[in-house]
């Protein structure tokens, strides 16, 4: 991709992320009780997933090398998973929680 569309791509990104009046959509995951719920979710390639931290403590989402920041208690963070796969989602805070989305074409 030439540099101006991952540009564009990384602002519709950001954009999407910052309307948090439009509420959860479909592919959230809440961190509650310190596990992701549900712990496994299946989207289609092109797809975001939301987390949405929903305990008293912190928590931060770790996919890959792609990390969110640390979410305070009502923050969310999304990421779009354009590569069909298996994914493992961490928290970096909790070793025992443990995640996973699917991607499928
Ligand atoms: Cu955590």
Redesign the pocket.
Known sequence: MKPIVILTVMAAIIVAGCTGSQGPGPNTVK?KE?KFNPDSIVIKAGETVTWVNEDPVE??VKVGNDMSPRLREGQSWSKTFNTPGEFDIT?T??AQ?LGRVKVTT
Do not use: K
Request: hydrophobic share 50%.
């Open positions: 961190m310190v928590h931060q928290c805070l909790h929680m």
